[in-house]
């Protein structure tokens, strides 16, 4: 099945700084969707990536797709502790299952 | 806003016994999932349920699991025989459709083998 590579592991910045996390596929990828776990709950889905090159963003957040499909990325703009969370790549198509990344586990310092 | 639930919030077994878990999907949606995430880590994938069957299933999802949908509603997943290793929280997750739609999360049940 397809598998999802995602760095870096954990990220500790100050608050208002800048955080990005990537996800990487040694395949090409139908689409990509993203998911927060907020420390102790569960996955909330964020944003799906469709096309290639696609950027969307929704208020600090900023999702891209590489233009071979086989990566992607999140960046957060001026991060704030609500930001806290493991921000979690995933991937599957057709019938396939949705097959996450490790996640990137953010912490903000105030 | 439509939810995925699951029951009970925290089990607590002793080694070698069975659980059930319950859940109850968006009830309009076709596809059903179960995962598995051990404290601190990824976010991993048990078994997909579609049309009644099971659609496909992990290395992880041996003869010791198995799913059901009982009635219209709900979907289980018992445990059987379980194991200290087996003491991580279950996610049952649910799709509209496969492909391109989000998965719905239900909150999680949090398996402690002793």
């Known amino acids: 099945g397809q598998q999802v590579m995602q760095i870096p592991q954990y990220q500790h910045v100050q608050e208002g700084e800048d955080f990005t996390t990537y996800c990487n596929s040694s395949?090409?990828?139908?689409?990509i969707q993203w998911y927060k776990q907020r420390p102790g709950g569960h996955p909330v889905f964020l944003i799906q990536?469709?096309?290639?090159?696609e950027v969307k963003k929704q208020k600090r957040l900023t999702f891209q797709f590489g233009e071979a499909k086989k990566n992607s990325s999140l960046h957060i703009t001026a991060t704030q502790t609500t930001d806290v969370g493991t921000y979690f790549c995933a991937v599957g198509s057709g019938n396939t299952p949705l097959v996450f990344g490790k996640g990137t586990r953010l912490s903000v310092i105030a | 806003e439509p939810e995925v639930t699951q029951t009970p919030s925290h089990q607590v077994t002793q080694m070698g016994q069975e659980v059930i878990l319950r859940c109850v999907p968006i009830s309009n949606h076709l596809y059903f999932y179960w995962y598995r995430q051990i404290l601190g880590q990824k976010v991993e994938f048990l078994v997909s349920?579609?049309?009644?069957?099971?659609?496909?299933k992990s290395e992880i999802f041996d003869d010791q699991f198995s799913v059901e949908r009982p009635d219209g509603s709900n979907f289980t997943l018992k445990i059987r025989s379980t194991k200290l290793e087996d003491s991580a929280m279950y996610f049952c997750?649910?799709?509209?459709?496969?492909?391109?739609?989000?998965?719905?999360f239900g909150q999680g049940t949090r398996l402690t083998v002793v």
């Open positions: 997750a649910s799709r509209l459709r496969g492909g391109d739609t989000e998965a719905f």
């Open positions: 395949t090409t990828l139908s689409n």
């Open positions: 349920f579609y049309n009644n069957e099971i659609s496909e």
């Open positions: 990536l469709v096309k290639s090159g």
